[in-house]
């Protein structure tokens, strides 16, 4: 693990003529909603970043259903050396369904996947890129500090992490968020990935490869809200927990067979205590304590069953993922690309 000072990055030199082929070095996808704020310095940092790597990229972004003028914002934006793409989808359909689309459409020989809000700052990229270069094929960016965060989100954060990779089939590495670098042939294989209930950063895990980790600060957000509340993080959790694990299902299993286990090692005890020294039966407390716990025992493993079978029933119906609005694309508007 690495940490890079990212700042030395920040600067834009001159831009040079780039030494291209057809397809795009880089794609970034940037998933956005409700962005008017942040969306002009974010494609300005963006394109300095890019502007380093002397190639020929692409910058897709996402409009996930704003409904303030992000879109005519970004569906404006043009860049010299730079192809700028921007989908619109006819709602919000989620982050998650966002960065699929932008997977599907992106065209460039590896994809990076950065918040509008600038939280995961794009003077990383060159970095990124460079640690792809040299033969990764996922570069994780792992949040060291978490800058404007409350304790409580951070704590909470931490936990469900360490959790998730406890609980997961396989290993999602800690404090990794969706700011991360993955070849073409990663994406390849995550767009192949059919489910429709989509818990990203078990997704973007699942398919391996060889990883480089990289870490860094996590900067506050440039402007707006989080559109992210407590009931949409229990949301997400839990179907981060249903879709990658089935661990729960086994431990309402062995609940029903520890409470088993103890109701049987009970009644032999009440039963020796009655035949040999003629006890009376303990009443109304003790058969009220028993019904609760096993009511709650019952209720629990009902509820976890019944979160695997909405899972199923959500994935039956097999609806799109995002449904496509618009798509506008300006090429480079200075054209030194070679267009093999
Ligand atoms: N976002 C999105 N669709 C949503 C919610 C969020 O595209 O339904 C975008 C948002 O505009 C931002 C990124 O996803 O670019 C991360 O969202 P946010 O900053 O609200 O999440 P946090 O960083 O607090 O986890
Ligand atoms: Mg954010």
């Known amino acids: 693990m690495s940490a890079i000072p990212y700042r030395q990055y920040a600067h834009s030199e001159p831009v040079k003529k780039p030494v291209t082929k057809a397809q795009p070095l880089v794609t970034v996808i940037i998933p956005f909603l409700n962005e008017a704020d942040v969306l002009t310095i974010c494609h300005q940092r963006v394109c300095d970043a890019l502007d380093q790597l002397h190639q020929h990229c692409e910058v897709l972004y996402i409009d996930d259903g704003s409904q303030d003028n992000s879109w005519a914002l970004v569906s404006q934006l043009k860049h010299p050396l730079h192809q700028i793409r921007c989908l619109r989808l006819s709602r919000n359909f989620g982050k998650e369904a966002a960065m699929s689309a932008g997977m599907k459409s992106a065209s460039g020989r590896c994809v990076i996947l950065l918040d ?72 390849n294989v995550i767009n192949t990935l059919p489910e429709r209930t989509r818990f990203m950063k078990g997704l973007l895990a699942w398919p391996g490869f060889t990883r480089k980790i990289l870490t860094f600060d996590r900067d506050p957000r440039l402007a707006g809200d989080t559109k992210w509340n407590y009931p949409k993080l229990i949301h997400l959790a839990l179907e981060g927990i249903t879709s990658f694990s089935t661990k729960p299902l086994r431990w309402a299993t062995m609940a029903g067979l520890t409470t088993s286990a ?79």
Request: with cysteine.
């Open 116 to 187: 509008a809000d600038l939280q995961d700052p794009p003077e990383y990229i060159p970095a990124m890129v460079e640690a792809w270069q040299a033969g990764a094929q996922v570069v994780e960016m792992q949040r060291r500090e978490r800058h404007g965060e409350s304790w409580i989100k951070r704590t909470t954060a931490h936990c469900f992490y360490r959790f998730m990779s406890k609980i997961s089939d396989h290993p999602i590495t800690e404090n990794v968020g969706d700011f991360r670098l993955m070849d073409q042939k990663v994406v």
């Open 262 to 340: 103890i109701a049987f090692v009970m009644a032999l005890v009440i039963f020796t205590k009655t035949i040999v020294w003629g006890d009376p039966v303990a009443g109304y407390p003790s058969t009220m304590l028993i019904i609760l716990f096993l009511g709650g025992i019952q209720l629990l493993s009902i509820g976890v069953l019944g979160e695997y079978i909405g899972r199923l029933f959500i994935e039956s119906k097999q609806r799109p993922l995002y449904v496509l609005m618009e798509d506008a694309t300006t090429k480079p508007t200075f054209h030194t690309v070679d267009s093999e």
